[in-house]
């Protein structure tokens, strides 16, 4: 007997210890231990008329958040937000993904972000921790925001107070299990200033733009949620629209992407949603994209044309075949 506890002794810390190595080294430990989160401040943005002005630009412009915070009306080109119920909220089933809801971020005090501090705003938009303390799916685009601007996002958070309230209360999110484990390890608190880009440089503006748009997480297809290596930017990430799936495109400079564009191009179709004759699919945001001034516009056209090439043919008026590159159907897929 005293022979097995001393074998118990000894084997029992050599499988702790490999066990601690295997989680540190595999999944880490924030999918056990939760995710990592700063306590709050009594932080206030101050208002003005220039925070005003900017956050409009961003929220209904660049980062389009009424796209994913009210339900679409499909009825319309590009897929508007329903009017008069901007920021209501929007249950994501119409992704394929029934259980993620996207909170009312209307000025309402009882059904939206009223009553919420501005630092809870602020840990969200960036950090990736919501009002209650929980890790926020990354559909919400955080891991982008965190290189957001304390300036970008205190217009934000002072132009969101100014919505009409919409009374419209939502549920909360239940991530699924193990995905609700695997996300805690996403959320990172910033401590730290982050100054702005410099807007007299237009591949540097444009990139902080185009990551503020999310570009990247639409135009990257991916397995097993995690992006393709090599395929920044080449398209076939897969979003839903009424009439079925739609593949996103190629933005990379490649002859089977935007190679063919020129400035005012690119331009125009942001603006009005065409290629040509051709109508973007309202999958691809335009609507608030189109907002954007020429400026900034051509900074993204000018960034994308510094990305790496990626040779990856996809039409989605043509049937859907399997690609060995994206992982998915889509047309043409079975070019590449």
Not at 173 to 193: C, G, M, N, W, Y
């Amino acid at each position: 007997m005293v022979h097995r506890w001393q074998k118990f002794a000894i084997i029992t810390p050599a499988v702790i210890a490999l066990v601690t190595l295997g989680i540190t080294f595999t999944i880490g430990w924030r999918p056990i231990i939760g995710a990592k989160k700063r306590a709050l401040t009594d932080r206030k943005f101050e208002t003005t008329s220039q925070r005003l002005a900017r956050g409009k630009y961003l929220v209904n412009g660049v980062l389009g958040c009424f796209g994913c915070h009210t339900d679409p009306d499909w009825s319309k080109p590009g897929a508007p937000p329903i009017a008069g119920r901007e920021g209501s909220g929007h249950v994501w089933s119409d992704q394929m993904l029934p259980w993620l809801i996207a909170p009312n971020i209307t000025s309402d005090r009882e059904t939206g972000v009223g009553a919420w501090s501005d630092d809870t705003l602020a840990r969200a938009i960036r950090e990736g921790i919501g009002h209650d303390g929980r890790a926020l799916f990354p559909v919400m685009p955080y891991p982008n925001y965190r290189w957001m601007s304390d300036e970008d996002l205190a217009s934000v958070i002072v132009y969101l107070r100014t919505t009409p309230p919409v009374r419209n209360e939502m549920a909360t999110t239940k991530i699924p299990f193990p995905l609700d484990r695997f996300i805690q390890a996403v959320p990172e608190p910033v401590t730290a200033s982050v100054l702005a880009v410099d807007q007299l440089r237009p591949v540097a503006r444009g990139a902080y733009l185009a990551r503020m748009a999310a570009c990247g997480d639409c135009h990257t297809p991916q397995e097993k949620g995690q992006p393709i290596p090599g395929m920044d930017f080449a398209g076939g990430f897969l979003l839903y629209e009424p009439k079925g799936p739609v593949a996103s495109a190629n933005i990379t400079p490649a002859p089977s992407g935007i190679g063919y564009y020129n400035e005012a191009t690119f331009v125009r179709a942001l603006r009005e949603g065409k290629v040509g004759a051709r109508p973007l699919h309202a999958s691809m945001p335009w609507y608030f994209y189109g907002k954007m001034t020429d400026d900034d516009l051509k900074s993204i056209f000018a960034y994308l044309q510094t990305v790496k090439p990626v040779k990856h043919q996809l039409d989605n008026a043509e049937p859907p075949t399997y690609c060995r590159l994206c992982k998915q159907r889509h047309g043409m897929g079975a070019t590449n």
